[in-house]
């Protein structure tokens, strides 16, 4: 609780089906509230060339 928290910090890669590695911008959706205990989902997107989209998410823990 009250540590500073960058969810980019969290992605390693960005691989596709076949476990190729892309070079693809990541977009990330985060409502985490540092100073507010509870779980909060991160959402991470990114889209190809071809307009296939990939999404995962995080879950963080705030507590004491």
Do not use: C, W
Not at 17 to 44: C, F, T
């Amino acid at each position: 609780k009250g540590q500073a928290f960058d969810p980019k910090k969290y992605i390693k890669e960005v691989t596709d089906a076949e476990e190729n590695v892309l070079s693809l911008e990541v977009r990330v959706e985060s409502a985490v509230d540092i100073n507010k205990e509870g779980i909060y989902m991160v959402h991470y997107f990114a889209t190809d060339a071809e307009g296939v989209q990939g999404h995962s998410v995080l879950l963080v823990s705030v507590g004491k």
